[in-house]
């Protein structure tokens, strides 16, 4: 019976790692190109990342403020 108890316990535990891989996660994010103050953008006449230093919520560590 002991074998068996513990065959459940690692199926178990395989069985939560599984559907935590299969969650949903969420994302969001909030951020602004200045902590205060104002300034002139662009135009840009080639493609241009704007990088937002200014994070002010990131959910799931999808922003990245280095790269934008």
Request: no cysteine; proline share 4%.
């Amino acid at each position: 019976n002991a074998a068996k108890l513990e065959e459940l316990e690692r199926q178990k535990t395989e069985l939560d790692k599984l559907k935590q891989q299969l969650q949903v996660k969420h994302v969001a994010f909030s951020a602004a190109l200045l902590a205060q103050g104002d300034a002139t953008l662009g135009p840009f006449h080639t493609f241009t990342p704007l990088v937002f230093k200014h994070v002010a919520s990131n959910i799931g560590n999808a922003y990245n403020p280095n790269t934008g």
